[in-house]
């Protein structure tokens, strides 16, 4: 690991539980050296990534530029983001962009409609990686060496989700959820919420998925729901795949409709 690495880890220790951390928890954490722990904190407070508060650190202003200027400028977001809030407003639903990276899976943007549903899971927040829809349409979409060694390095995890607990049997059932083309689950996030999401093809994989509050999905329809989420993910593919080419935009369909 190079010290630059080994440097950045240390934003990694700063969580919603854990918002100040002392030189000396950092210290105990990493198991740095008093000199190499204060040298990486000076660096990362002149930075700006960290800010010095009450005899600890914390997350510094920079985190708040940077976020902004992602949430602004991101290529996938810009792409994805009409799909997403006409799905949002059409069906009265929270609609989510989940990206894979490091072994964690991340909210990356979200869309709110009109149904006022209780989200633990916004932007930027960390999602299990064996639990909810968004994060089983990510693992489906692994390649099987990938998968296997975060299968083998997730033990802990994967206890507590509901996938099975051997090998064959685990993969049996993500190749299920390819064959669909969609995830579904239910109250594993949120009681009461349903979440169905369809991976997207960026570099480190997504997801596209929609909840609802469980009242209203029992009267739907879920081959309508998912033949929606399939179409809107594919949509979203093709403008991708062509914004990675730098071919002009096409024209997007309304994915309600089309399924209509």
Request: proline fraction near 5%.
């Amino acid at each position: 690991m190079s010290s630059l690495t080994r440097m950045l880890v240390i934003l990694d220790e700063f969580t919603p539980e854990d918002p100040v951390l002392t030189a000396e928890q950092i210290m105990a954490r990493l198991s740095y050296s008093r000199g190499t722990a204060y040298r990486y904190l000076k660096e990362l407070t002149s930075a700006g990534l960290l800010a010095s508060v009450g005899g600890g650190y914390t997350l510094g202003r920079k985190v708040i530029e940077l976020d902004y200027t992602i949430r602004q400028t991101d290529p996938y977001i810009t792409v994805v983001r009409p799909i997403m809030h006409a799905l949002g407003e059409r069906l009265d639903c929270v609609v989510l962009m989940c990206s894979f990276y490091q072994g964690r899976v991340v909210v990356l943007h979200h869309e709110r409609g009109a149904d006022n549903l209780t989200m633990t899971y916004g932007r930027g927040r960390r999602m299990p990686t064996f639990l909810g829809a968004p994060s089983k349409s990510i693992l489906a979409s692994l390649p099987k060496a990938m998968l296997r060694k975060l299968f083998e390095s997730s033990s802990a995890e994967i206890a507590s989700s509901a996938f099975p607990k051997d090998w064959n049997s685990f993969y049996d059932e993500i190749k299920g959820i390819r064959r669909r083309g969609y995830a579904l689950s239910r109250s594993e996030l949120d009681t009461g919420n349903v979440g169905v999401a369809a991976p997207l093809n960026t570099d480190p994989p997504a997801s596209l998925a929609f909840v609802f509050p469980e009242s209203r999905f029992e009267i739907a329809d879920e081959r309508r729901v998912a033949d929606i989420i399939r179409s809107a993910a594919e949509q979203a593919n093709t403008l991708i795949a062509r914004m990675e080419s730098g071919e002009a935009g096409i024209d997007w369909f309304d994915p309600v409709s089309k399924t209509a």
